[in-house]
């Protein structure tokens, strides 16, 4: 008679517990932060860090997360307070310590780790944002602005509407001129003052100028949706009005004294007239464009 197999309690537990922890390990599904915002456009190869994926539109963006686009590529990024960020060709940018208030975001911090970022503000206190690169910290108490993370920690941050408050080893610099170019340790707006302080360098010239390489979001923005887009209407206006009054040749947009200080009176962007007798300009930001309506992906072809 053959003998029937032995079969015991503990081996069945066994199997069932190897069995159970191969379908948790199977089954198990990546633990995300809280999702903060979602991909509006997306240009060629973007990615986010939670879960090393590819983005695509609508995807959600996540607390704690690093968003990097290719050099052919950007993202257009709306986050739920519909604060809009655009991740420059080749630039990283950290989404971190977002924590929601009664009306949109009550503290978030966003890191511009490398190349360049826009941002448009949304619905959030002004204060509740915080933007930073490798040596600044920048406050925003104004609506649009792009930062550039240059190498060796050098930075430059142009203004278009509103204000901003610059601070960087220990000493702070706040604009509100438009078209401003607050430079820090070396940036291309010529320096900032010393120590790594920052100061205001110059200004964006617009059209024409020969700053299209340094302020790449700035020009060509036509590859962005209107409401994705700044105006430098106004910068080519102040340009014109410094040439006037400075016709003897001195190196428009920038301060040739290397310590910061404007060459020029800068125009009021609250549509008053300057009081130094300049003129002021007041940027639109009516655009009803949505950029859910409707999604949009690009490829190598264009949009």
Known sequence: ?????????????????????????????????????????????????????????????????RISAAANGHGEILLEDKTKIIVGPDSTVLLNNFVVGERGFKTTSIKVAKGAMRFISGNSPKSAYQIETATATIGVRGTAFDVYARGGGAADIVLYRGS???????ACVETGGVCDIVSVGGGA??????GGSPAVSGFLMGTGADQEADFDLAFDQGRFPPGWRVSILPCSG?????????????RQGFSDEGGGDDPVERPSDEGEPDKRGGFSFTPRDDDPYDPYDPYVECGTTGC
């Open 1 to 65: 008679m053959t003998p029937k197999p032995r079969f015991s309690v503990s081996t069945a537990a066994a199997v069932i517990g190897t069995v159970s922890c191969f379908a948790g390990y199977v089954g198990a599904a990546p633990a995300y932060s809280a999702e903060v915002g979602k991909s509006a456009r997306i240009v060629n190869t973007v990615t986010g860090s939670q879960g090393n994926r590819a983005l695509r539109v609508p995807d959600p963006v996540f607390d704690g997360e």
């Open 164 to 170: 901003i408050n610059v601070c960087s080893g220990g």
């Open 189 to 194: 707006g010529g320096g900032g003052g010393g």
């Open 238 to 250: 102040r340009a014109l009005l410094e040439k006037l009054r400075n016709p003897t040749g001195q």
